[in-house]
């Protein structure tokens, strides 16, 4: 039995929450408005301003998408209200970051500046030359910018260069020794 599934969801002061034909759902609050269409099959009722998400039968796949569906309209609640955001860490001699415009400049090592624009989505912030903050109200689209740009130059194993998460351990590998 899905436990996430069964939670039902509370919707905060400020947050209108609709859902139309086919599970389409759209949610509406201060920082802005999101929609999804969600799987069909799912029951989803706003009663009380507590929203419920029941399942038709005990399948597996209708199991499996009970959870799923909760989840998803929960971080539509939440990224409408708090909104989502991924903080990078910039390690390197010389890497360094910087906010020109609505347009993300780094300096990774190459011969090159690596330079990421801003969406309409996704806000970026650089408090410092090392760290990055992107914040967004969608969680999946702030995820996919921030792996986005960890993949300008992820981290290597050796001396610990490139963009991480701040919350990311590297695991350092030792370097050749001499032969002898």
Same mark, same amino acid.
């Given at each position: ?13 400020? =947050?209108?929450?609709? =859902? @139309? ?35 038709? @039968? ?15 309209? @929960? ?78 130059? $992820? $981290? ?25």
């Amino acid at each position: 039995m899905s436990r996430i599934g069964l939670k039902p969801i509370t919707i905060p002061a400020g =947050v209108e929450i609709k =859902v @139309d034909e086919n599970n389409h759902i759209t949610v509406k609050g201060p920082k802005g408005t999101l929609e999804r269409t969600l799987i069909p099959q799912m029951k989803v009722s706003v009663e009380d301003g507590v929203l419920k998400v029941a399942r038709p @039968d005990d399948t597996k796949q209708s199991r499996s998408y009970h959870g799923l569906t909760r989840t998803l309209i @929960d971080n539509m609640v939440i990224g409408v209200t708090n909104g989502f955001e991924k903080k990078l860490e910039i390690n390197g001699v010389g890497y360094r970051a910087s906010k020109e415009d609505k347009k993300l400049v780094m300096n990774l090592g190459y011969s090159h500046q690596v330079v990421v624009p801003e969406t309409e989505d996704i806000q970026i912030d650089v408090p410092d030359a090392n760290h990055i903050v992107i914040k967004g109200i969608d969680k999946q689209k702030v995820g996919q910018f921030a792996a986005e740009v960890r993949g300008k130059r $992820p $981290p290597e194993p050796y001396k610990g260069k490139g963009i991480k998460y701040d919350y990311e351990t590297i695991r350092r590998k030792e370097g050749k020794t001499g032969a002898k």
